[in-house]
């Protein structure tokens, strides 16, 4: 069942992630959410995107969106209203959708009314299927509880979680280097590798201070380094001593259902001395994880414990789960939008009392 919505156009790297089955950490106190199918939206995130994957889950489903994220300037992941209409779902507009009445809606944004009815049944719909947690990875988001506590209100989700650091996804080839070379090296690149690493890379600034970040799993060693290419992409390059090694950091570091094998076929040399490069077109390395800015070490893989204490996580307290899936009353332009399920709840309780 699907249960992660993402884009292909925004995040081309996602889909190698994907394909090994990882499971998501899920927060303080909050479970975590094996991702078992995507769905995508091409051009715009919309509000039709999070209902059609929303209402295919099971009353109290988790499910996971990963999106664009702004903490600083507008408040809000790229999520728009509609398509063909420039409104995301930032703070002010969440907090509109909860407070305004349709009118008010229609008058402040524009909005034309045929499509404020149809934004009402969809976000009413949304409310009944009591999402028991939906995990944004959208970048810095966590830091902004009052949008996440928004955003639970407005769709009647009992739980929100965002990271309060940058996510990202990358992909890229392995180095391999001989072990006795690897131990020597410390954490700055060495000329050798640092010539490798300026061929795919235009920005020299990023290289002066460049660090690799080690990890150990008893005998093997691998470096990885990460550095910001675009708003979503990054510039992924690992070193490792064997190919035991890499299958070895994926174990430590992340939670695949469908665990990453290498053999020493993948790798061949490609002219850097001792050091060879993985064949791209024999294996494709995935990555994800946390990432800040001012230190090209400061990233954070899921199965690091610190991983966890990065992922605000808020509880609805408006949150009703004792109502069934019915379908939305039409709309009242007298009551603020985000009452819907207010009202929804009145009206059902008129129908008891009948009976």
Known sequence: MINALYSPSEFPWARYYF????????????????????????????????????????????????????ADR???????????????????????????????????????????????????????????????????????????????????????????MRDFFARDGVRQLITDEMKEMDDKLTPKVLGAFTKSTRDKSKQSDAKYRTFTMGSDVVKVLILPRTYSTFQFDMLASSARAVESFYRQNYLFRSPIKFSSSDFFQAGLGNAGILNPFAKVVPMFGLSEFGGAERFVLPNEPRYRNQIQSVRNEHFIGDLPMYSAPPPDPDEPIGTLRDRMKRRLRGVFKKH
Not at 65 to 70: E, P, R, S
Not at 124 to 146: M, T, W, Y
Request: contains cysteine; positive net charge.
């Open 74 to 164: 507008d408040i809000g992941v790229s999520m728009w209203v509609a398509n063909g209409y420039k409104i995301l779902m930032t703070l002010d507009v969440v907090n509109a959708l909860c407070e305004l009445t349709p009118k008010q809606f229609e008058k402040r944004y524009k909005f034309p009314s045929v499509l404020v009815d149809l934004m009402l049944k969809k976000i009413a719909e949304i409310q009944a299927c009591q999402l028991n947690h939906v995990a944004f990875r959208s970048c810095n988001i966590g830091k902004r509880p009052d949008f996440l506590s928004a955003f639970a209100k407005l769709f009647n989700i009992r739980n929100v979680s965002a990271p309060k």
């Open 19 to 70: 394909a090994q089955k990882p499971i998501e950490p899920g927060g303080a106190g909050l479970a975590d959410i094996p991702v078992n199918a995507t769905d995508t939206w091409n051009a715009k995130c919309t509000i039709d995107d999070f209902h059609r994957v929303a209402t295919a889950l099971r009353s109290g489903s988790d499910m996971v969106l990963y999106t664009h994220g702004d």
